[in-house]
């Protein structure tokens, strides 16, 4: 008895199976549009501390998304906070203006020498850009972005204009209402 019951149950598994791997007829269109996409992050500006940190909860200083809402988070790096305590966010935007010239000078940077000087433990700053679709992503990263030592002058101009771009969009951030 026990026989047949697996045998039915095997053979009734691999009809249903079978049938479902054989249709090939194209799946049905929703009736209706889905739910508009979230925006997504376009740009994050994130400072590593200097030194060796052993929190782990740091966060990107600024998210600025696609739709050009943005959420800054000023004590993101604060030594003061202590990792339980969750770090402040701030909705705001960026306006369009400074993300089409902060997008021009990201694209630019990533054709520059930014250097690595022979400075240690002193921290870094990044910038990202995600692009949609992602192919052509943009991360740069300056370690040490007040030392010099090691730095020729087209480095160090280089990573004026990176410091400029960071400070730029972190200043052109506008709180919500």
Do not use: C
């Not at 990533?110 to 679709?133: E, F, H, K, N, W």
């Not at 730095?151 to 004026?160: D, I």
């Amino acid at each position: 008895m026990r026989r047949t019951t697996v045998a039915l149950l095997v053979a009734m598994l691999a009809l249903e199976v079978g049938s479902g791997t054989a249709a090939s007829a194209p799946p049905q269109q929703p009736s209706a549009l889905p739910p508009a996409a979230e925006p997504l992050v376009l740009f994050t500006l994130t400072t590593i501390p200097d030194g060796w940190q052993s929190r782990v909860d740091l966060r990107p200083q600024l998210e600025i998304f696609s739709d050009g809402k943005a959420v800054k988070i000023p004590d993101a790096v604060a030594a003061d906070r202590t990792p339980d305590v969750s770090p402040k966010r701030i909705n705001g935007h960026v306006p369009p203006e400074v993300l089409t010239a902060a997008l021009a000078e990201t694209r630019s940077l990533t054709a520059v020498d930014l250097g690595v000087p022979r400075a240690t433990d002193q921290g870094s700053q990044i910038i990202d850009y995600m692009s949609q679709p992602p192919n052509a992503d943009v991360h740069l990263i300056v370690y040490a972005p007040q030392a010099t030592d090691g730095l020729g002058a087209e480095q160090q101009a280089n990573r004026k204009r990176f410091a400029d771009l960071y400070k730029k969009l972190l200043d052109a951030f506008v709180q919500d209402n």
